[in-house]
Every structure is written in structure tokens, then in C-alpha cells.
């Protein structure tokens, strides 16, 4: 598999648009046995719709051989380096949930916008999760992509340019941050309903390697194929710097200082 890594051109519609789709970034042959997987931990039958009883199955961190390819290829890593920079991320171990989405009538009642935490205040261990204006425990969330996936088919979300309004409204809550449940409140998804909806489509082994601050929502199955998709964090080996004396600033710090000003 190629290890060729983004073009200046990606790299800039990431800090601009809070995303890029790394294509062909793990092997469909990968994502074929993670299917495979997937299925028997459903006990759902594949050519059997009748058995989809539900509008989405979530599976535990999955952690099996194939799911580790997956997450762990040159192409991936070479991409890490460049959004989040060389030594500053760590591999992962599993590839983390994986929701699957059926084609079904029912609502799956997890389907608002929202962005994703990292952490919980050490007094607060339930809850909404939190995060900071330096991203803690989150250096990149990743929608990985082991089914193909068409417009029909439940593509996450995303509005486009999202993660731009988030720093300025975390900078007052410092180190310590504050919920998503709060951050909701304070007016960032009416800030950015305007903005342009992109769906996360793609094929088997494709991969959107997001902005930790990006807006993103999921939605009902219309199709009738199920989706499979996991939605790791990448995580930081160090925390994010928005003043280094070097200016040796990643692409997501650059996209952070953006959204204070800088």
C-alpha cells in the first residue's frame, strides 16, 4: 500500500474546511474481513434483512488483527505526521466503536450535532465529555470507512469550516475546558447551521481524517445495504502548543490559532 502522504493542497482544505478523505488509505481486503468480524459479533445474518431488528449496533473496542491493520498503515502514518505532527501522535491499539447503521424504520436517536470530548474533570466520571481550547486527549477524530458508502447509506455529517468557530468559545474555559454539553449551549451549532453540509462518503478502506473541534452529526439509514464505519481519536503523544517559539505549529494548531486570530 502507497505511503505517499497529502499534497500542500489537502493539507490546506484541512486547516480550511476541518477535513480531508485519505483514500485508499487501508486495504479493501482489510475492510472485508472487518466485515466478516463485525457480522458474527452481530449474529445478525448478512442476506437476511429480516434479522436487522435494530437502526444501529454498536460494537466494543475492537481490537482483533485486522482491525489493527487498519488502523496502523504507512499511508495513515504519513498523514499523522503532517496534520498533527512527527512524534506528536500515538498508534492505536484497536480501531475503538464501531457503529453499524441498518437500513430501518426506526429512529437511532443519536443523530444531533455535536463535537467530540476527550476527558471528564477528575470529580466528574459521567456526563457529557469535556474539552479545551488545546484539544486535550484528542489529537484527531478518524472516520473509518469499511463499507462503501453512498449518500443513501448514512454518511456521517459535517459542516464544513465548523471546527474554525470552536477555539474562540473554549479560550476563556483555559486548561480546564468545559462540556460539549455547555459548549451546545453557548450557541455553536445555531453559529454554524449555515455553513456547508458534506456527507462522508466513500469506499471500503477510505478514511476522513477530521479536525477534533469539527461539527459532525450522524443520520438514518436510507439504503439498503448496512454501513460500517469506526470514529477513533487519534491521540496526542504531547499536548497542542498555540505559542511556540519556533512557529513549528501543525496543521490542527494552525486551524486552532485561526479560530482565536492569530
Known amino acids: 500500500?502507497?505511503?505517499?502522504?497529502?499534497?500542500?493542497?489537502?493539507?490546506?482544505?484541512?486547516?480550511?474546511?476541518?477535513?480531508?478523505?485519505?483514500?485508499?488509505?487501508?486495504?479493501?481486503?482489510?475492510?472485508?474481513?472487518?466485515?466478516?468480524?463485525?457480522?458474527?459479533?452481530?449474529?445478525?445474518?448478512?442476506?437476511?434483512?429480516?434479522?436487522?431488528?435494530?437502526?444501529?449496533?454498536?460494537?466494543?473496542?475492537?481490537?482483533?488483527?485486522?482491525?489493527?491493520?487498519?488502523?496502523?498503515?504507512?499511508?495513515?502514518?504519513?498523514?499523522?505526521?503532517?496534520?498533527?505532527?512527527a512524534g506528536r501522535w500515538l498508534p492505536r491499539k484497536s480501531i475503538g466503536t464501531i457503529p453499524i447503521r441498518f437500513p430501518h424504520p426506526g429512529d437511532p436517536g443519536d443523530d444531533g450535532w455535536h463535537i467530540d470530548g476527550g476527558y471528564h474533570p477528575e470529580e466528574q466520571k459521567s456526563g457529557p465529555p469535556w474539552v479545551n481550547v488545546h484539544s486535550r486527549c484528542r489529537a484527531l477524530l478518524m472516520l473509518f470507512l469499511f463499507s462503501d458508502t453512498t449518500d443513501n447509506d448514512a454518511p456521517t455529517r459535517i459542516r464544513a469550516g465548523s471546527h474554525l468557530y470552536v477555539p474562540s468559545r473554549l479560550e476563556a474555559a483555559g486548561e480546564e475546558g468545559m462540556s460539549t454539553g455547555d459548549l451546545a449551549a453557548a450557541g455553536l451549532f445555531e453559529a454554524t447551521a449555515d455553513l456547508p453540509q458534506v456527507l462522508a462518503t466513500g469506499h471500503a478502506g477510505d478514511v476522513y481524517l477530521c479536525h477534533p473541534f469539527l461539527v459532525h452529526a450522524a443520520q438514518s439509514h436510507h439504503g439498503t445495504t448496512p454501513r460500517f464505519l469506526a470514529q477513533p481519536p487519534l491521540y496526542p503523544a504531547e499536548p497542542y502548543q498555540l505559542e511556540r517559539a519556533n512557529a513549528d505549529y501543525s496543521a490542527v494548531e494552525l486551524a486552532i490559532r485561526r479560530g482565536l486570530g492569530k
Do not use: H
Open 1 to 85: 500500500m502507497s505511503s505517499s502522504g497529502l499534497s500542500v493542497t489537502q493539507v490546506k482544505e484541512f486547516i480550511d474546511n476541518g477535513f480531508i478523505r485519505v483514500d485508499e488509505a487501508f486495504p479493501a481486503e482489510v475492510a472485508a474481513e472487518c466485515r466478516a468480524i463485525c457480522w458474527q459479533e452481530t449474529g445478525c445474518d448478512p442476506d437476511d434483512p429480516a434479522t436487522w431488528t435494530e437502526p444501529v449496533i454498536r460494537l466494543g473496542s475492537c481490537a482483533q488483527e485486522p482491525f489493527r491493520q487498519a488502523a496502523n498503515t504507512p499511508r495513515l502514518y504519513r498523514a499523522f505526521d503532517q496534520l498533527v505532527g
